[in-house]
Each structure stands twice: as structure tokens, then as C-alpha cells.
């Protein structure tokens, strides 16, 4: 592990995507995901908000470490949903010499981004967000985040 901060994904940074629906993402986002030995990015349309999740090979790990052996690939439906939620919805984009990403049409159309779009670092994992949609989602984060604090704040 390098210096602190340096191998997670965070910051607002804004990026674009251009007619052609390629984003480029962050340079230092790409260099985190090339550390850990991903072949591009992995991207998927999250299943509750209009954004991407995006992430590297940490994230499946971490997944995979998580599942329960008990959990039969062939008679769980636990398994199945989990399952379902990270592999079917997900897709291994390449970068190109701009270290640009071709998002496909139905991850663009789910996150409803247009020509300005923002990445938002969470730790392991980053989004991509249509600005507008953002504020929104900001407010509610923030507005959770202090919940939090005051939930475990000390009395």
C-alpha cells in the first residue's frame, strides 16, 4: 500500500462524454485500477439510484470473500440474486490510448447522462453521475451522513 489516499477512489472530479458515448475517466482513477491488476474498469448500472458503479478487481474479491461456501451455485436462490446483481449487470470495459471507456447505450440511458458527467470516488469503488441527478442524491447523502454522527456521537 502506497501513501495514504493514493489507492482510493475519491474527489467530485467532472469529465465529459462525447457523442460517441465515451467517457474518460479520471487519470488517477485509472492508475488505481491498473494497481490492482484490472483490465479496464469494471462498470454496472446501480440497482437503486440512476448512476454507474464503477470499480477494479479489489471489489470482486472482497465479493467473493463475502459469499457464504454454503451457498450452492445451483439451488440457491440467495446465490442467484447475489449472483445476478454483480455478474449479469456488470461489463469489463477497455480503456482506449485516451484511457476513454465506451459506455454501452443502456448504461447511459440508465444513469440519463448527456455531455457532462461526474465521478464520485467512494473508497473501493467510484460512480458516474449526470450532474443534475447528483445534487438531489448529494442532499440525501449528506443529510444520512449526519444522522450518522449524531446517532453515534457520544452522550
Known amino acids: 500500500m502506497g ?35 484490472t483490465s479496464g474498469v469494471y462498470i454496472r448500472r446501480h440497482p437503486d439510484k440512476p448512476t454507474l458503479e ?31 446483481s454483480v455478474f449479469a449487470m456488470t461489463e469489463l470495459l477497455a480503456f482506449d490510448d485516451n484511457g476513454r471507456v465506451r459506455l454501452p447505450d443502456d448504461f447511459i440511458a440508465h ?11 467512494m473508497r473501493d469503488k467510484f460512480e458516474i453521475w449526470d450532474p443534475a441527478r447528483l445534487v438531489a442524491v448529494n442532499d440525501e447523502r449528506l443529510a444520512n451522513a449526519r444522522k450518522l454522527r449524531k446517532a453515534t456521537a457520544a452522550p
Open 111 to 121: 444513469a440519463g447522462l448527456g455531455e457532462t458527467v461526474k465521478f464520485v470516488g
Open 54 to 84: 464503477c470499480f477494479g478487481e479489489k471489489i470482486f474479491a472482497q465479493f467473493q470473500q463475502a459469499q457464504p461456501a454454503q451457498e450452492d451455485p445451483f439451488f440457491s436462490e440467495a446465490y442467484d440474486d447475489k449472483a445476478y
Open 3 to 37: 501513501v495514504a489516499g493514493q489507492d482510493l477512489f475519491m474527489g467530485m472530479p467532472s469529465g465529459s462524454l462525447d457523442k460517441k458515448g465515451r467517457a474518460c475517466i479520471p487519470a488517477n482513477y485509472r492508475q488505481i485500477l491498473a494497481a490492482q491488476n
